[in-house]
């Protein structure tokens, strides 16, 4: 890393075009994680609501255990999508603990759609610990939850995210 000859830039670390990079490219393979994960736990899930009468008890438990995982690694990578986003609307590290960014994106559709999946997977990981009625109807609404999050598409959300902070940036 270089140091700014700029006299307002004096002592500032200037962050390189490929740190940049990798930090966008982490957030979209997180992102990447998060629907593989999400996937095979509302997958399992629904599997195991229509077919656990027709398979064997030990059968079914692993199973209930794959679910289970499933959903608690997709909500933790949910989580540091979420963290990891802002520091890819500002191109660097260092906006992921900026406040007007993480403002910005809870207020954008993606800050909600991220709450209701976050909701849905821990709903669902909860639900998925032994089989009852209540747990079966609960692990249905939260793999419902999980999937309706992403309604909108990604690239929408991003793309009014980063408009919006350019009109407030060009104020």
């Given at each position: ?165 350019r009109r407030a940036a060009n104020r």
């Amino acid at each position: 890393m270089s140091i700014a000859t700029h006299p307002r830039q004096r002592g500032r670390r200037l962050l390189r075009p490929e740190r940049a990079k990798k930090s966008a490219q982490l957030v979209v393979g997180l992102r990447a994680l998060t629907f593989v994960a999400l996937f095979q736990a509302v997958g399992t899930a629904i599997f195991l609501a229509l077919f656990e009468d027709d398979v064997a008890p030990s059968s079914a438990e692993r199973i209930r255990l794959w679910s289970r995982v499933a959903a608690m690694t997709a909500l933790v990578v949910t989580v540091f999508y979420y963290v990891l986003t802002p520091a890819r609307m500002a191109g660097n590290p260092r906006g992921t603990f900026d406040p007007s960014l993480e403002s910005l994106l809870l207020e954008s559709s993606s800050g909600t759609a991220n709450i209701v999946r976050v909701v849905g997977l821990a709903l669902l990981a909860l639900s998925l610990d032994r089989r009852t009625r209540l747990n079966t109807i609960a692990a249905n609404i939260g793999a419902a939850l999980a999937i309706a999050s992403d309604g909108r598409g990604v690239r929408t959300q991003l793309c009014g995210a980063r408009h919006a902070l350019r009109r407030a940036a060009n104020r």
